[in-house]
């Protein structure tokens, strides 16, 4: 009775109230909204970053628009305090065009030129700064010098006489290495004997080995400002030739990949590979012998026979295979014909014929033949040599042994 009477309080208990509201109410709208609306509100942030930060000039490795660490619009704003004109020209067309005995013409990647462009600029009226030519842009300029090495990036003292060095003291240079036996060259901040900064008067030209100085980061480094404002401030005009990349470039004119890494690289490549073979040799010493383990586990002999055989198989090891079937045949025979140690041929094979009454012939081709041309004749070996040893085991499966017939003689 206790449950019949209590089973109908507690239906009546568990049916909601008619007045009462069971729908959500804001509070839980706004907790179950408040996850998409902050991933709303941070995408609109990060798009509103990316785009500022898209109105904010920037541009490549000394470029004279530049205002990243790796551009240059620091020294062209400081050539423009000092009352100097500075022109960013993007062909060498323009290049050219704004040439004349006053103009200091800035070339900060001759890597970005073809060969014929920078025969173009061989022929101009003023001054040339150029920044780490390699001995083919330094062909094409037609300048007595050459690439003599490389070394690192470091403070370095003038060491020579050129004025504008001089005032500067020393500055951070380095990276590519000249030599010239020109009249007149000048080589500045050395590095065991060899000039990261070469004057040509003759050419009127000054080679840098490195543009580090002339970049946004590290031009208030040591007298890097100084010797940035006396090697382009000497005119009244610049032009700062930054190759347009999508110009159009006869396809016999275009620059391989490779002319764009490093000198160096081969040389580096080499080492590597050395080193990666000296190492191999190094760990194959610890190889040592094979060791023979006992298995892990039990392995039975029909399945270790059919996994190998499998392996023959998928190798298509049909010699193999076969030199192992008449090698145990052998073996077996040998033991069963007590014959001694050490396979004899001749003697296995007299043994086998005596005791099967076969020919020598066909036993030595059984025995010792040649592999099977294809797997039907692998196992017609097979059967072959299992009822040659049968035969040899139990001589009363063999076949008897064939006599010549003999005739009757008619009696008288």
């Known amino acids: 009775m206790t449950g019949v009477a209590t089973a109908p ?48 000039p920037t541009g490549g490795y000394l470029d004279p628009d530049g205002y990243d660490p790796s551009g240059s619009r620091a020294v062209v704003e400081l050539l423009r305090d000092g009352g100097v004109e500075v022109e960013r020209v993007e062909l060498v067309d323009e290049a050219l065009t704004a040439d004349a005995p006053g103009t200091t013409l800035v070339v900060p990647r001759p890597e970005a030129l073809t060969v014929a462009e920078l025969e173009q600029l061989a022929g101009r009226q003023g001054r040339l700064v150029v920044v780490s030519p390699s001995d083919v842009d330094l062909e094409a300029l037609d300048l ?28 951070e240079l380095g990276g590519t290495l000249y030599r010239s036996a020109a009249e007149g060259a000048v080589g500045c901040y050395p590095h065991r004997g060899r000039a990261s900064l070469l004057v040509l008067p003759e050419q009127r030209v000054v080679v840098l080995g490195a543009g580090r100085l002339l970049t946004n980061d590290r031009l208030d480094d040591e007298g890097n400002a100084a010797l940035a404002l006396g090697l382009l401030g000497s005119g009244d005009r610049v032009a700062w030739l930054v190759p347009d990349p999508t110009r159009e470039i006869p396809p016999g004119e275009r620059r391989p990949l490779t002319s764009l890494l490093p000198e160096s690289l081969v040389l580096g490549v080499v080492q590597l590979g050395v080193a990666l073979v000296v190492l191999a040799l190094w760990r194959a010493r610890r190889l040592g012998r094979v060791v023979e383990e006992p298995l892990p586990v039990v392995v039975r002999a029909a399945e270790a026979v059919e996994g190998r055989g499998r392996l023959y198989r998928a190798a298509g090891a049909r010699d193999t295979a076969a030199e192992a079937l008449r090698a145990g045949v052998r073996a077996r025979l040998s033991r069963r014909l007590g014959l001694p140690a050490g396979e004899d041929r001749a003697a296995l094979v007299a043994g086998a014929a005596a005791r099967t009454g076969r020919d020598p012939g066909p036993v030595d081709g059984l025995l010792y033949g040649a592999p099977p041309a294809d797997d039907a004749g692998l196992v017609r070996l097979a059967d072959a040599l299992r009822a040659l040893e049968r035969a040899v085991t139990d001589p009363a499966v063999s076949p008897p042994r064939q006599t010549p017939p003999t005739q009757e003689v008619a009696g008288p």
């Open 9 to 56: 309080r507690s239906a009546e208990a568990a049916s909601p109230d008619p007045s009462t509201a069971t729908g959500p109410t804001l509070r839980s709208s706004v907790r179950r909204g408040r996850g998409p609306v902050l991933v709303a509100v941070a995408v609109a942030l990060a798009g509103a970053v990316v785009g500022l930060l898209s109105l904010v």
């Open 144 to 171: 007595p010098a050459e690439v003599d090495g490389t070394a690192p990036v470091d403070p370095r003292d003038t060491g020579c006489v050129f004025e504008p060095a001089q005032r500067a003291g020393p500055v």
